[in-house]
T-cell receptor, first 113, second 116 residues
Framework: GENVEQHPSTLSVQEGDSAVIKCTYSDSASNYFPWYKQELGKGPQLIIDIRSNVGEKKDQRIAVTLNKTAKHFSLHITETQPEDSAVYFCAASFDTGRRALTFGSGTRLQVQP | GAVVSQHPSWVICKSGTSVKIECRSLDFQATTMFWYRQFPKQSLMLMATSNEGSKATYEQGVEKDKFLINHASLTLSTLTVTSAHPEDSSFYIC????????????FGPGTRLTVL
């Protein structure tokens, strides 16, 4: 089955700096890669996703890049703000069968004011 | 749009009792719903996949007789934890996928279960 590895497990940045979180996946058939933000005691919130026919996607301060050959994808947050502090999860799935997500282990991002 | 609700948001029960958690898609029809379990400071672990009108598919190691899943309509799936024990205490989260062909999963706010 699919295995998703996520690094780093914790990340502390100063407000205004950029943050980068990286994930690798094992199943070359995976073709959908979402990123979720989870605040304490809440459910995950989709912040951006990318499909395997696209190499990069951007939404304001958030961007995701995908390298299918290397089987890794990354989340980039620019101009970080204290409210960006949360746990971020990457995930992978493929669009056949039950399409269940396999999650990475999570990255705790702390933005210092 | 794409809102998923869960009820209750938290529940405390005695060991040996059963607890039902509801997951609803409020503004779309969910052909597929998923149930996840999350322990403190850990990732989400898929428990089962629920398709409307059919039996749920459970992940390896998840007891189907203990975690009963019913997906009776396109907007409601329920998870019943039967004969709950303290080790079942966890954060249970559902997600819903619409039938438009995209893979986007929308997550509920989660239910904190504490078994005494």
């Amino acid at each position: 089955g699919e295995n998703v590895e996520q690094h780093p497990s914790t990340l502390s940045v100063q407000e205004g700096d950029s943050a980068v979180i990286k994930c690798t996946y094992s199943d070359s058939a995976s073709n959908y890669f979402p990123w979720y933000k989870q605040e304490l005691g809440k459910g995950p919130q989709l912040i951006i996703d990318i499909r395997s026919n696209v190499g990069e996607k951007k939404d304001q301060r958030i961007a995701v890049t995908l390298n299918k050959t290397a089987k890794h994808f990354s989340l980039h947050i620019t101009e970080t703000q204290p409210e960006d502090s949360a746990v971020y999860f990457c995930a992978a799935s493929f669009d056949t069968g039950r399409r269940a997500l396999t999650f990475g282990s999570g990255t705790r991002l702390q933005v210092q004011p | 749009g794409a809102v998923v609700s869960q009820h209750p948001s938290w529940v405390i029960c005695k060991s040996g009792t059963s607890v039902k958690i509801e997951c609803r898609s409020l503004d779309f029809q969910a052909t597929t719903m998923f149930w996840y379990r999350q322990f403190p400071k850990q990732s989400l672990m898929l428990m089962a996949t629920s398709n409307e009108g059919s039996k749920a598919t459970y992940e390896q190691g998840v007891e189907k007789d203990k975690f009963l899943i019913n997906h009776a309509s396109l907007t409601l799936s329920t998870l019943t934890v039967t004969s709950a024990h303290p080790e079942d205490s966890s954060f249970y989260i559902c997600s819903a996928m619409d039938g438009t062909g995209t893979d986007t999963q929308y997550f509920g706010p989660g239910t904190r279960l504490t078994v005494l």
